[in-house]
C-alpha cells in the first residue's frame, strides 16, 4: 500500500457517521484531466491548479447541502496545500431533459460550484461548464 503525502480526499461526517467524501487533488496528477484536449482548449498551463474530481454522498443525505459543504471544504484544503486556484467540470442540470441520475452528478452540479463562488471559465459540452476559483493566497 502506498499513502500519498497529502491525503487525496475529504470525508463529511454527521456526528460519528461518515456522509459524503470527496477528491481533491493537484490537477497535473489526474492524466484524464491534464491530457484532456477539449479542457486543455480552456484552462491555464498552472502547475499549482487543483482539481475537485468527483463527490460521494450516501443516498439518505442527498439534498442537503453535504456536497457543497464539502466543496467549500475542498477549497479551503488546497488553499492550505499551496493551490493557486480550484477547478472543476459539474454539471448543468438545467440544461437536461428530466432529472438527472444520481451517477450523472459525481461531479457535482453547477449550483454548487456557484454557492461556493466558482466562477465558470468555458464549456467542453453544452450542460458540461468548467468552473474556477482562484485562491487569495496567489
Given at each position: 500500500?502506498?499513502?500519498?503525502?497529502?491525503?487525496?480526499?475529504?470525508?463529511?461526517?454527521?456526528?460519528?457517521?461518515?456522509?459524503?467524501?470527496?477528491?481533491?487533488?493537484?490537477?497535473?496528477?489526474?492524466?484524464?484531466?491534464?491530457?484532456?484536449?477539449?479542457?486543455?482548449?480552456?484552462?491555464?498551463?498552472d502547475?499549482?491548479?487543483w482539481?475537485?474530481?468527483?463527490?460521494?454522498?450516501?443516498?439518505?443525505?442527498?439534498?442537503?447541502?453535504?456536497?457543497?459543504?464539502?466543496?467549500?471544504?475542498?477549497?479551503?484544503?488546497?488553499?492550505?496545500?499551496?493551490?493557486?486556484?480550484?477547478?472543476?467540470?459539474?454539471?448543468?442540470?438545467?440544461?437536461?431533459?428530466?432529472?438527472?441520475?444520481?451517477?450523472?452528478?459525481?461531479?457535482?452540479?453547477?449550483?454548487?460550484?456557484?454557492?461556493?463562488?466558482?466562477?465558470?471559465?468555458?464549456?467542453?459540452?453544452?450542460?458540461?461548464?468548467?468552473?474556477?476559483?482562484?485562491?487569495?493566497?496567489?
Amino acid at each position: 500500500m502506498q499513502e500519498a503525502e497529502v491525503p487525496i480526499g475529504l470525508l463529511a461526517y454527521l456526528d460519528d457517521d461518515v456522509v459524503g467524501w470527496t477528491r481533491v487533488v493537484p490537477r497535473l496528477t489526474l492524466p484524464g484531466v491534464a491530457e484532456n484536449r477539449a479542457l486543455a482548449r480552456i484552462l491555464d498551463d498552472d502547475p499549482d491548479a487543483w482539481w475537485v474530481s468527483c463527490f460521494v454522498v450516501r443516498r439518505e443525505y442527498r439534498g442537503k447541502g453535504i456536497g457543497t459543504v464539502l466543496l467549500g471544504a475542498a477549497v479551503d484544503w488546497a488553499a492550505q496545500h499551496g493551490a493557486s486556484m480550484v477547478e472543476g467540470h459539474p454539471i448543468d442540470t438545467s440544461g437536461l431533459a428530466g432529472a438527472p441520475s444520481p451517477s450523472a452528478l459525481f461531479t457535482g452540479t453547477l449550483a454548487m460550484f456557484e454557492r461556493v463562488g466558482f466562477a465558470e471559465i468555458g464549456r467542453t459540452y453544452p450542460t458540461r461548464p468548467v468552473m474556477r476559483q482562484k485562491l487569495l493566497n496567489r
